[in-house]
């Protein structure tokens, strides 16, 4: 068997839920604009009111305007600007109990009740954390994709850009009760992107590199773009820019080791595309980097304990050569290569095929299963898949 993995680089597929801020923590609280005054000039908190309490809160949550960081002091300060009334102090306070900080025991169902009431005052970070947990069912909530949809609407119409990136994720993707409106996504990721929001500006790069959601294909707009995402750690955007700098695309000059020094700062993130991708390097030796396929094998199994294809394909390849420090085993590549066969990557699907033609990996030997893999493969045109459909046809 030739070794069908990836040659070359991976690029983003449509946005992982880790990604995505809907479908993992919700997004927090608002940090205050406004500089509290130093510890010896503040009043008795019992003399605040809320909006200055809330921005005291903030203040010590973040250790930020001349005071030490003390989140329990912070949780005091919020609850006492809760109950007078600061819907954003009812955010903060649930994003507290969500988290388990400044003391509090990790809650979310007192999470998710605090974050009802700040919805209930029109607080559009309460809406948005609170439509998370009933896209998720989290927080003791009955899972509620229409319910989510409201909620992250009535966020977006008060602008804010954590909503107008679900809203944009969801009508991509046909979440939350929405048909699936690339053009309504690319709309409210634009609306997103243009308040500083890194993942929004990552997906609206992605659409502006494929052409995608009624925009014009236009890569030097997709650099800007992820640019201005990855100056902000944004993983997606740290990948796709190395991807250009490693092609030499959309008018960038071919710089390998600026390309290996973004999969790495991506790669540090967890991210499995970059994961993939700086180990493709090791393997290779390129960006500047010593060839080490033991750091290539370990990049690979990251990305691909993230169910990420391409990584799980080519370390299969590893496992059937016996490289990288791994032991020969074609039963662990067959794994694999089916693990990725199953997400309808071509490359495995054609390894996996063959594994049947050849009766390979332990399995046994199906010319059927091996025929309908190959034309799978070969239907997304994978030119090897192809060629072994028609020989198998030919031998009948």
């Not at 400044?102 to 979310?108: H, Q, S, T």
Request: aromatic share 10%; glycine share 12%; charged share 25%.
């Amino acid at each position: 068997m030739r070794s069908q993995n990836h040659r070359g680089f991976h690029p983003l597929l449509s946005l992982c839920g880790a990604i995505l801020i809907t479908g993992s923590v919700s997004s927090g609280w608002v940090a205050a604009q406004t500089t509290p005054k130093p510890p010896d000039q503040e009043r008795p908190a019992e003399a605040e009111d809320a909006d200055r309490l809330f921005e005291r809160a903030t203040a010590y949550a973040k250790g930020s305007g001349g005071v030490q960081k003390d989140e329990r002091e912070a949780v005091r300060l919020y609850r006492l600007a809760a109950d007078r009334g600061s819907s954003k102090a009812q955010s903060a306070l649930a994003f507290f109990y969500e988290q388990g900080l400044g003391g509090l025991d990790k809650d979310e169902n007192e999470a998710a009740r605090r974050y009802r009431l700040a919805a209930d005052q029109g607080d559009a970070r309460g809406q948005h954390n609170l439509a998370v947990y009933y896209e998720n069912g989290r927080g003791g909530l009955t899972k509620n994709p229409a319910e989510a949809a409201r909620l992250y609407r009535l966020a977006a119409e008060q602008g804010d850009a954590h909503a107008q990136y679900a809203l944009g994720y969801a009508y991509q993707n046909g979440r939350v009760g929405l048909k699936a409106d690339e053009s309504e996504a690319a709309r409210f990721y634009r609306l997103a992107a243009e308040q500083g929001f890194a993942p929004a500006q990552s997906s609206l790069g992605e659409f502006y590199e494929r052409g995608r959601g009624g925009l014009h294909k236009d890569e030097h707009e997709a650099v800007r773009l992820f640019r201005l995402a990855a100056e902000q750690q944004e993983p997606r955007a740290e990948a796709e820019l190395g991807v250009f700098y490693a092609q030499g695309a959309a008018g960038l000059k071919q710089d390998e080791r600026e390309a290996a020094r973004l999969f790495r700062l991506a790669a540090d993130q967890g991210y499995p595309n970059a994961q993939y991708n700086l180990g493709f390097f090791y393997e290779n030796g390129r960006g500047g980097l010593e060839k080490d396929e033991r750091e290539a094998v370990r990049l690979m199994q990251l990305a691909a304990n993230q169910g990420f294809p391409p990584a799980q394909t080519d370390l299969g390849v590893f496992y059937v050569q016996g490289l990288g420090g791994l032991k020969q085993d074609e039963s662990e590549a067959a794994r694999l290569f089916r693990l990725a066969a199953d997400q309808g990557y071509p490359n495995a699907q054609y390894n996996l095929g063959f594994f049947y033609e050849n009766g390979a990996g332990g399995l046994a030997k199906d010319t059927r299963e091996a025929e309908r893999l190959y034309r799978l493969a070969a239907e997304r045109g994978f030119a090897d898949a192809q060629a072994a459909l028609a020989r198998l046809r030919a031998s009948r």
